[in-house]
């Protein structure tokens, strides 16, 4: 390990506990965003017409954020949001790379800055699917992790220099499942859950790298002008993510009883969105990054194998992984030219 690589383990170790934010499991969005005006600024939620990412759109429109929402199903999500403040709806298929290029070239085209991007689109436990220019992309690595690395790649010169955010929405799933660096697109042995599990890791270990960025060398910590990246395990919660995943076997997997009621610990809508508004919008991470983040504050590390409880596993914060599942993505998708 050179030295620069120890610093950074150092600083990303550091970062990892609670820096007591004040809320907590039971708050919602419009709890953490209570006082912070996001008039004039613009955010970009990708799924945002949907289970979680609606209730973030939401809350960040009713703070006053004009808010984009990139959209597979354009016309659902016109008609998921109407009524909703400020928003717009422009096409996006994460699973597509070049629907990703013109996405953001149109964006660009339009000079406006970008101040929050969330990542929060994505599939859970589908059937094994290929995706990506050649057809042999496993779908859960191309769209929740390859989708949101080219649209970040891509949309990076309209990021607002120095104080923009960009969150990642990753989950508890990812300890089951570190990256799968021989196979990483399940070429042998297809896991709906395991493939799942290494995109949240995935996930996690993007924000780690690109906000790694910011700093220019291991001695200087001045700001570069790349955004601050954070992602976070919003916690459990039903909703559409889930639409692959029988009703039967939610309810043997104890997530609900069999009249359709969540089980205990799980979150509303509204719950789990706060802790990715949170990590977007709040002055207690001015000066930190890379983290994750959990119940609406910087997650300990986990020291348990239940995922109801949290935390998080060491090789989703591993800035050396990270390094290096950045420039496999690079090589991937051709992007990744601004960690140079």
């Keep these: 390990m050179t030295t620069q690589q120890g610093q950074q383990q150092v600083r990303q170790q550091a970062q990892q506990h609670r820096i007591g934010?004040?809320?907590?499991?039971?708050?919602?969005?419009?709890?953490?965003?209570?006082?912070?005006?996001?008039?004039?600024?613009?955010?970009?939620?990708?799924?945002?017409?949907?289970?979680?990412?609606?209730?973030?759109?939401?809350?960040?429109?009713?703070?006053?954020?004009?808010?984009?929402?990139?959209?597979?199903?354009?016309?659902?999500?016109?008609?998921?949001?109407?009524?909703?403040?400020?928003?717009?709806?422009?096409?996006?298929?994460?699973?597509?790379?070049?629907?990703?290029?013109?996405?953001?070239?149109?964006?660009?085209?339009?000079?406006?800055?970008?101040?929050?991007?969330?990542?929060?689109?994505?599939?859970?436990?589908?059937?094994?699917?290929?995706?990506?220019?050649?057809?042999?992309?496993?779908?859960?690595?191309?769209?929740?992790?390859?989708?949101?690395f080219a649209l970040v790649n891509r949309l990076h010169p309209a990021l607002s220099p120095g104080t923009a955010r960009v969150v990642s929405v990753a989950s508890s799933g990812h300890f089951l499942s570190d990256i799968r660096w021989t196979d990483p697109h399940f070429h042998e042995g297809y896991d709906r859950w395991l493939a799942y599990a290494q995109s949240k890791t995935a996930n996690a270990l993007f924000a780690v790298h690109l906000n790694s960025l910011r700093t220019t060398d291991s001695l200087r910590t001045a700001d570069t002008g790349r955004p601050r990246a954070f992602s976070v395990h919003p916690g459990s919660i039903l909703t559409p993510l889930q639409r692959h995943i029988p009703r039967e076997e939610q309810i043997a997997q104890g997530w609900m009883s069999a009249d359709g009621t969540p089980a205990q610990g799980f979150k509303t809508p509204a719950q789990g969105a706060a802790t990715a508004v949170w990590a977007a919008t709040s002055p207690l991470l001015d000066a930190q990054g890379g983290a994750y983040c959990q119940d609406c504050d910087i997650a300990e590390p986990a020291t348990t194998e239940d995922m109801l409880i949290g935390g998080v596993k060491p090789w989703a914060t591993d800035p050396d992984a990270a390094a290096r599942l950045w420039q496999l993505s690079a090589d991937m998708t051709g992007l990744g030219d601004l960690a140079s």
Aim: glycine content about 10%; some cysteine; charged content about 25%.
């Design 21 to 148: 934010s004040g809320f907590g499991a039971s708050s919602t969005a419009d709890d953490v965003l209570a006082g912070i005006d996001l008039s004039g600024r613009t955010a970009l939620v990708t799924g945002g017409y949907s289970g979680l990412g609606l209730e973030i759109t939401r809350a960040l429109s009713r703070a006053g954020a004009h808010v984009v929402v990139p959209a597979r199903r354009p016309d659902t999500a016109k008609q998921a949001l109407r009524g909703t403040d400020r928003v717009e709806v422009r096409a996006l298929d994460l699973a597509d790379q070049e629907s990703i290029r013109h996405f953001a070239e149109r964006f660009l085209a339009t000079d406006r800055a970008l101040d929050i991007l969330i990542n929060n689109a994505g599939v859970m436990a589908c059937p094994e699917t290929r995706v990506g220019p050649d057809g042999t992309w496993e779908s859960h690595f191309a769209i929740n992790h390859l989708g949101h």
